[in-house]
């Protein structure tokens, strides 16, 4: 069971019979007489569907159970994503929607998480940070700090990211996946 007071981003419980991931919570005292409660934004994992629901302060919820496998990103051919277990070489094919958001970050040959609940896969997890080299961006003028010092970078996998006037062509740069912000040069 998990208390309302340890949900973060991204924690996986059950709620009403399905199993939801929390997006974004915020703790809100209450006014006069009323209890604090936890405004939650929730995704349900099989559907994809996101929903709000508050929980009183110190409810608890039952975790969700979840198997996680470290596999191997291979490849993909159009809507499918092929991985491969670390352990014992068996390829599986995700479909996009099982993928989600995070085909984006994908990239050949880098270890990821794939996870199942109840023997479904419900998801894929990567790295919090993943390293990717800059294709294109315009030239950092010296001294051209009127917009604030940053400009925008197209890396691998064709994701557009701000990164600050120093950044070149050809340089290898780490991104926060979560926000998709510019970390450090690496």
Not at 24 to 33: E, L, M, S, T, Y
């Amino acid at each position: 069971m998990v208390s309302t007071s340890e949900f973060r981003p991204g924690l996986t419980i059950e709620v009403d019979g399905r199993v939801v991931q929390i997006v974004q919570c915020d703790h809100h005292k209450g006014v006069g007489r009323g209890g604090a409660i936890m405004r939650t934004k929730l995704r349900d994992v099989k559907t994809g569907t996101i929903f709000d629901k508050n929980f009183r302060a110190g409810e608890k919820v039952p975790r969700a159970r979840l198997e996680r496998t470290p596999m191997q990103y291979l490849y993909n051919t159009g809507d499918t994503y092929v991985f491969m277990d670390n352990e014992t070489f068996e390829q599986i094919e995700l479909t996009a929607e099982q993928v989600g958001d995070n085909a984006k970050w994908l990239n050949e040959g880098e270890d990821v998480v794939v996870t199942r609940h109840e023997n479904e896969i419900i998801g894929v997890e990567v790295s919090n940070v993943v390293q990717r080299k800059v294709i294109n961006t315009d030239p950092g003028l010296r001294g051209d700090t009127a917009s604030g010092g940053t400009k925008p970078a197209v890396v691998e996998g064709g994701i557009t990211v701000t990164v600050p006037l120093f950044i070149q062509v050809g340089d290898v740069i780490k991104i926060d996946t979560r926000t998709g912000e510019y970390v450090e040069r690496a």
